[in-house]
C-alpha cells in the first residue's frame, strides 16, 4: 500500500524543522510560514484567532496535498508587529483558551459525577430512572 507509517504524520524526523518561514518581498509585512506535521485543525484554528487579531490585516491557510501533513499560513500585518509575533502570539491565546476549555470541562463533569447517582446513561437520553438525570435532560444541559 502507499499509506505511509502513521508517526510519520506526527513525528519530526532527525533535522526536520517544525516551522519555516518564508518573507514576502511584494507584499509589505506579510508572510508565509510553513507548518510541518499538522493538519487543518491547527491550521483552521491559527487562522481563526489571527483574523481576531486587530493588528491582521490578512491570514489564510492552505494544505497543499491531502495526503501531507503539513499547511501553510499566509499572515499580513498592519506593521506594528511581524507575522512571526503575531503567530506566536495568536497560538499563545489559543494554549491560554484550550487550558481555560480543560477546565471548565473538568469542573463541569465533576458536578456532573456528584449530582448523579449508581448509573448514568452514557447518551443523556434520560431513560435510565434510577438517581441518573431526570426531566429530559441531555449532556448538553449543564
Not at 510519520?8 to 518581498?25: R, S
Not at 507575522?83 to 469542573?107: C, D, G, H, N, R
Request: negative net charge.
Amino acid at each position: 500500500m502507499n499509506i505511509p507509517n502513521r508517526f510519520e504524520l506526527f513525528v519530526l524526523e532527525d533535522g526536520e524543522k517544525a516551522v519555516e518561514v518564508n518573507e514576502d518581498t511584494k507584499v509589505p509585512n506579510a508572510a508565509t510560514i510553513k507548518v510541518v506535521k499538522q493538519d487543518h485543525t491547527l491550521a483552521n484554528m491559527l487562522r481563526a484567532q489571527l483574523l481576531a487579531m486587530p493588528q491582521v490585516l490578512f491570514a489564510g491557510y492552505r494544505v497543499s496535498h491531502p495526503l501531507q501533513p503539513n499547511f501553510e499560513i499566509r499572515i499580513q500585518t498592519d506593521g506594528s508587529v511581524t507575522p512571526q509575533e503575531i503567530l506566536q502570539q495568536a497560538a499563545e491565546k489559543l494554549i491560554a483558551m484550550m487550558v481555560s476549555l480543560e477546565s471548565k470541562f473538568k469542573t463541569e463533569f465533576s458536578y456532573k459525577d456528584a449530582d448523579s447517582g449508581a448509573m448514568d446513561d452514557p447518551y443523556g437520553t434520560g431513560t435510565i430512572a434510577t438517581t441518573g438525570w431526570t426531566g429530559g435532560r441531555d449532556y448538553l444541559d449543564f
